[in-house]
Each structure stands twice: as C-alpha cells, then as structure tokens.
C-alpha cells in the first residue's frame, strides 16, 4: 500500500494554516484581531522528499522544545 500511496516525482503536498484570534484584555482594553497563514509546498532535494505536512508538525514542535529548554522552563505538557 505505501508503494502505491507515494507521490510521484512530479507530486508534492501542500499545507495550508489559516488562524485568526481575537484577544480580550482584563483590564477592558479594546480587543485585537490578530491573523496568521501559513503556506507550504513539500520539497525534493537530491532525490529526497520532505512532505509539508512532516514540515509543519516537526518544525513547530521542535522551535517549542528548543526554546523551553533554552529557557531553562520545564512544562510537563512537553
């Protein structure tokens, strides 16, 4: 089954992330709309593919990890 599901050397995945928020301060302050989107294509390099959707869940893991233990912060959510 993985042979016949692989992509073909002129398919590649795509991601796309769309998030908006809206931020509610305590102290009554106006709110905030804040919007972020995200578009990424796999890639093929020296005949090897990296899938989108491998980009997009390593790679926001990993920023999250390295930064909690540069910080020093140990959450237990980790």
Sequence with gaps: ????LAYSSFEQDMVLLH???EV????GGPTE???ATLLEFGRTKDRKTTIAMGLTVGIPAAIGAL??????????SL
């Design 67 to 76: 930064g909690e233990f540069q910080t020093g912060n140990s959450y237990k």
């Design 33 to 35: 709309n804040h919007c």
């Design 24 to 27: 509610e301060f305590p102290d």
């Design 1 to 4: 089954m993985e042979e016949r």
């Design 19 to 21: 998030h908006e928020v």
